[in-house]
């Protein structure tokens, strides 16, 4: 039996449903994540689809503690993360990192290339780990000097590869990275990440709409539906057998670039 | 000769850096039949539906070519008769379905306006037309439906309405500029079929503008792959999926992810084909300056 990273057991997360609210009292509750159970092991990478309204982004933020579950735990390296303050969480970021959807958004407009990936590690943009990190994710150390708007979508995915690998992570969770990428860039950035996970050993969330991109990356897919999870096998065999009639939907309804497969 | 639509030569470039955006596109649309653009983006495939409509953006103008439409020059027809064959004969289902209703108004006239101002029918008939239109596209209870708000209906059902909307006037050709980029893929499926479905049963023409060569595989009669405004190949889908031409255009259906088989790699276009493909731009570009 592998160690987990992450082990997870009847995660809930609810919001008050102000829509529903009376006029004196406590809004409903509205449940987003219904009791999720799974582990995620060490080195491996496991994928999590559904489509839009199914939590798949919800859980990824209760994973990384980006917002606070309200029923369950969630255990990172043996230790329950699920209530620990932002204080306490502090020391546990470095070793766990996001990369985001829209680089664009979420790389500072105004920072060098440098400066962003060093930031997080209190670096200058010269430093010796900032340009490992660069060469890591395919990008000339040149690169230091340049500002975001300089760049393609594609190396602007790359950057924000190279600010989470920067920090030495054991886990990184990267939520719908290529959806806005073209196909060649999308190709690029899987290709990239895969190479990272064997080479630094990395355990990785990968969260997607698109199931050809998980079966390219995954070892492991959860299926999420209405916030609960579906299915939760190997990816050949989630693809080869899929256990569940909404899994058996997502899969019919993927566009095969091949005219005589019926649709 | 059976082409509804007819670009010659189309070549399209900035007014303030001159730089070219459409290089000499030529395509053909038959009556009836569904066309693939397809290209990264950047590549143009919008620009050249947009040039269709008679809506590129200030920042672009034509310098030379022909754009026919049931044999008739848009660009050399007067402003009046290109206003008139555009708005009767071709219609635009746009990808983003929330900002392509106006969240302010109701459903109804906002099918019906185009009905009344371009095509200057009753009031009554063209409600009743936008009724018709939306039970075909299945929407149940239409006239409900025409008295909501964009923001009271689902992604999928905005989008059904929007392809109502396009054939509402019986238009001969329709533009879909990435009609299902925002859905996910079980809508795109459904909303996909609808198109099919509807372009089938009214013998519509379709400018399908896509970068999605699954979406092209499933839905189109032929397709054109464009890369940095150039058309690099035209050809029939089944002969494109069977074996593409044009190196580009092979090297991007391999960097297409297909859920059917496992093991084959995922390539990035590779950089010499990118350069071979920019060396060809060139010297297109060269010796269209010299005739220019």
Known sequence: ??????????????????????????????????????????GTVLGIVGGSGSGKTTLGRALVRLIKPSGGAIAF?????????????RPLRRRIQMIFQDPMSSLNPRLTVGRIVGAALGLRSGDRRVSEALEQVGLPAAFVRRYPHELSGGQRQRIGIARAIAMRPDFILADEIVSGLDVSSQAQ?????????????????????????????CGRVIVMQAGAIVEDAPTEALFEKPAHPYTRELLDAIPSPDPSIRW | MSAFLEIRNLSARLRDTGERVLRSVSLEVPVGAVQGLVGE???????????????????????????????????????????????????????DPLTAL???????????????????????????????ILAEVDIPQPERVMRLYPHELSGGMRQRILIASAFA??????????????????VQKQILHLISQMQARHGTALLFV?????????????????????????????KFFAAPQHPYSAALLAATPR??????????????????????????????????
């Not at chain 2, 054109?224 to 690099?232: D, F, Q, T």
């Open chain 2, 259 to 292: 859920h059917t088989d496992a093991g084959a790699s995922l390539e990035p276009v590779p950089r010499a084909v990118l350069d071979a493909v920019s060396a060809e731009i060139a010297a297109d570009d060269a010796s269209w300056r010299r005739h220019g």
């Open chain 1, 189 to 217: 950035v899987l290709n990239l990440l895969q190479g990272l996970v064997k080479e630094l050993g990395l355990t990785l969330a990968f969260i997607s709409h698109d199931l050809s991109v998980i079966r390219r990356l």
């Open chain 2, 210 to 238: 896509t970068h999605d060569l699954g979406v092209v595989a499933k839905i189109c009669d032929s397709l054109s792959v464009l890369y940095a405004g150039k058309v690099v190949e035209e050809t029939t889908v089944q």
């Open chain 2, 102 to 132: 106006n969240p302010s108004r109701r459903i109804g006239p906002q099918i019906t306006d185009r009905l009344v101002d371009i095509l200057g029918w009753e009031k009554a008939r063209a409600t009743a037309r936008a009724a018709e």
């Open chain 2, 41 to 95: 983006s950047g590549a143009g495939k919008s620009m050249i539906g947009r040039a269709v409509l008679g809506v590129l953006p200030k920042a672009v103008e034509i310098v030379e070519g022909e754009i026919l439409l049931e044999g008739r020059d848009l660009l050399k027809a007067k402003p009046s008769e290109r206003r008139r064959l555009i708005g009767t004969r071709t219609a635009l289902i746009p990808q």
């Open chain 1, 77 to 89: 390296d043996g230790k329950d993360i699920t209530h620990l303050s932002d204080e306490a969480m």
């Open chain 2, 169 to 186: 006037a019986e238009p001969k050709l329709i533009v879909a500029d990435e009609p299902t980029t925002a859905l996910d893929v079980t």
């Open chain 1, 1 to 42: 039996m592998v160690e987990a990273l992450f082990r997870i057991e009847d995660l809930r997360v609810d919001v008050p449903d102000m829509t529903r609210k009376p006029l004196f009292g406590a809004a409903p509750r509205l449940e987003i994540l219904k009791g999720l159970s799974f582990d995620i092991p060490r």
